[in-house]
């Protein structure tokens, strides 16, 4: 077995066994080239008698900070251990570029990645959910948001760049960001917010006030995403009301919100027409 940085030539090979990894298919066909050409990450891949068999990445999300994702191993060559070659290499890396923890995600009913990291030494750090709903045109209601009718009691008004520290310091505090271990998702991918990621986010008017609340978005055409939501149990449901308006005013087509698994939180995104799906983020010290 060859262990080596991907290249162009893995490609065809690549996408061969990857495109139906799940039943909707694979993002790695379409995001291969780019990790490639990514200064901030790595791919690597795994040969076996020249044949390009396995391919995982990791990459920097901050200095200190590095996610892995990606591992994908061909199906005629799972259960040899590729996986786990691949992923000790891209510690390695992600060690050698000053990386001191390597954080991934897993849906909790993917219980083989699950076996295969937790012996790889990998702990568990956050349980969580993913809330998302379709909003807007995309409903079977437009006007009533697919689920009710009239505009939430609360209000998601964009926040101020000056609002930052009492917002990090809001969230970082609360019982959800204490139970998600102070960690945000950009996307599919989490790493410790700053007070900076905060200014960020109210500089592109994604920082909202909500109540007495605070959430940091994100927007992905057709999606808009919650990296962190900071609300109490008797404000919940009307704030991913909130939020839902909000969307929709964005003209997106659907709505995401990390949650850590607490269970006021996950009736209330319930109730307000969010399907939850359970996840997990696993990290390994460098």
Not at 207 to 221: F, P, V
Not at 243 to 259: P, Q, S, Y
């Amino acid at each position: 077995m060859l262990i080596r940085p991907a290249t162009t030539a893995d490609i065809p090979a690549i996408v061969a066994f990857t495109t139906g990894t799940f039943e909707w298919g694979d993002y790695v066909p379409d995001a291969i080239a780019e990790w490639i050409d990514d200064p901030d990450g790595m791919a690597m891949v795994a040969v076996v008698d020249g044949e390009t068999v396995g391919v995982a990445r990791t990459m920097l999300l901050t200095p200190t900070e590095a996610w892995a994702h990606g591992v994908r191993v061909h199906p005629d060559h799972r259960g040899s251990g590729i996986a786990g070659v691949l992923a000790e290499s891209l510690m390695d890396w992600a060690r050698d570029a000053g990386a001191r923890v390597v954080r991934l995600l897993i849906e909790d009913d993917n219980t083989a990645s699950i076996r295969h990291v937790d012996k790889v030494g990998f702990r568990l750090t956050v349980q969580m959910m993913r809330a998302s709903r379709t909003v807007g045109e995309a409903t079977a209601n437009p006007q009533g948001n697919g689920v009710r009718r009239g505009p939430s009691t609360l209000v998601a008004r964009p926040g101020k760049v000056q609002d930052a520290t009492l917002a990090m310091t809001s969230w970082a505090s609360s019982d959800i960001g204490r139970a998600m271990r102070g960690l945000a998702g950009i996307g599919w991918q989490f790493h410790k917010l700053t007070v900076a990621d905060v200014e960020d986010a109210a500089r592109s008017g994604n920082l909202w006030e909500i109540g007495s609340g605070w959430a940091m978005s994100s927007t992905t055409t057709p999606w808009f995403h919650v990296a962190t939501l900071d609300t109490r149990p008797e404000d919940a449901y009307e704030t991913f009301r909130a939020l839902t308006d909000a969307a929709n005013k964005r003209g997106a087509e659907g709505l995401t919100v990390w949650i850590p698994a607490t269970e006021w939180l996950i009736q209330s995104a319930r109730r307000a027409g969010c399907d939850v799906s359970a996840m997990s983020i696993w990290e390994y010290a460098l």
